[in-house]
């Protein structure tokens, strides 16, 4: 591969770069690398402007059905004291990001399946709706759900959902999770079509620097979202909490600062070739570097989710060890945005919904 420039990089991945051709640019160093840095600035500014858009982040609740191998809140691991908000801190967050110009908030969560789990859900979603003026764009993120939920939740005003398929590669997914029917690849990718079909934008992503994971299997998970056509990614690095199964490879994973270089790398050629997705600058950067935010948001990412759970509930939220800001209110996290954010040369977009333009171009297109 012959690079002089961010050019030439912008020419290999807007023209349907092979999985070997990706993989080779996953590892660049020094001056491709900065080329390619370049390269995702130079698109960044031509395509969505260098605004950067907040989700206020609330982690509703940390009971989950579920046992990811990697996942500090699985079922199995006893030492989490459980919890759920009640409905009115649910509301004081909606109405605190509302008053915050954010735009929109992105409820997360562990993994259920209940009618009354349903139900709650769809009456938060109407609460949250008539306390904010249906001005706020509603996230959820709440793991697999069936077709009727999903479209329950979408008319009670939910516009996007977030589903990481964690892995694109079907051996690597089976290797960090269980083996049964309740941890299904097929069962994630069907639900990520049904979200596609019900008109949601939709939302993926995956971990980077897992055990057994390659750099061919970063390079599948980034054709795995080109040819989706995912409307939002969120990555991150995987983080090793020493109450999961998976922490028993930590001798063999990369070390941090790898594992951190090449979720940037990946966003990067991202943004290089889907040029109008919403990508999250997510809080596992920061947890490994302290300016790890910014420098996503300076590789191509435009979304941050500032924190707005009850810092009471904050550290029994820990998918991952060292998890950034738990003892932070949510004022000092939006102040503290706020100049990270300029440091890093973008601009934040007030009282937007912040839509991935990608969505409007993908339903135009059908
Ligand atoms: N239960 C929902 C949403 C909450 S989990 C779901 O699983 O979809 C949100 C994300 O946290 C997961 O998708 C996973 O990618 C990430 N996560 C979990 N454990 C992690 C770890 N050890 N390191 C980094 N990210 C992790
Ligand atoms: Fe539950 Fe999500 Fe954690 Fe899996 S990753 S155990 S589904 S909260």
């Not at 089976?174 to 079509?193: F, G, Q, W």
Request: charged content about 30%; overall charge negative; hydrophobic content about 35%.
């Amino acid at each position: 591969m012959n690079i002089n420039s961010p050019k030439d990089i912008i020419e290999i991945l807007q023209n349907n770069p092979s999985k070997a051709v990706i993989e080779q640019i996953l590892c660049f160093e020094e001056e491709n690398k900065n080329f390619l840095f370049q390269a995702a600035t130079e698109i960044k500014t031509k395509y969505i402007k260098n605004l950067v858009y907040f989700r206020g982040l609330i982690e509703y609740s940390n009971i989950c059905r579920k046992n990811c191998f990697y996942c500090g809140i699985r079922r199995e691991n006893e030492n989490v004291c459980r919890y759920t908000l009640t409905d009115d801190e649910v509301l004081e967050a909606a109405r605190y990001a509302y008053k915050e110009g954010f735009g929109s908030i992105a409820i997360q969560g562990g993994e259920l399946n209940s009618k009354a789990f349903c139900d709650k859900i769809t009456s938060l979603l109407n609460k949250i709706n008539k306390a904010t003026d249906n001005r706020l764009g509603i996230t959820l993120s709440l793991g697999e759900q069936t077709e009727e939920v999903l479209l329950e939740w979408k008319e009670a005003g939910a516009r996007r959902y977030l589903l990481r398929i964690e892995s694109s590669n079907r051996d690597l997914y089976a290797k960090i999770h269980p083996n049964d029917s309740v941890h299904s690849y097929d069962e994630r990718l069907k639900t990520l079509k049904i979200l596609r079909k019900l008109d949601y934008q939709v939302g993926t992503g995956v971990m980077i620097g897992l055990p057994f994971q390659t750099y061919e299997n970063v390079a599948e998970d980034i054709l795995f979202f080109k040819d989706n056509d995912i409307d939002m990614i969120g990555l991150g690095p995987y983080i090793e909490h020493a109450d999961t199964p998976l922490f028993q490879y930590r001798d063999i994973l990369p070390p941090l600062k790898e594992r951190f270089d090449l979720t940037l790398k990946t966003i990067a050629i991202l943004r290089v070739m889907q040029k109008d997705i919403n990508m999250v600058a997510s809080t596992a950067m920061q947890a490994i570097d302290k300016n790890g935010r910014e420098k996503a948001l300076m590789a191509g990412a435009n979304i941050i989710m500032p924190n707005l759970t009850p810092t009471k509930y904050r550290e029994d939220y820990l998918l991952y060890q060292n998890k950034p800001c738990i003892d932070e209110e949510a004022d000092d996290c939006k102040n503290c945005l706020a100049a990270r954010i300029t440091l890093a040369g973008d601009k934040i977009a007030y009282n937007e919904y912040g839509d991935s333009p990608h969505y409007f171009q993908r339903v135009k297109k059908n």
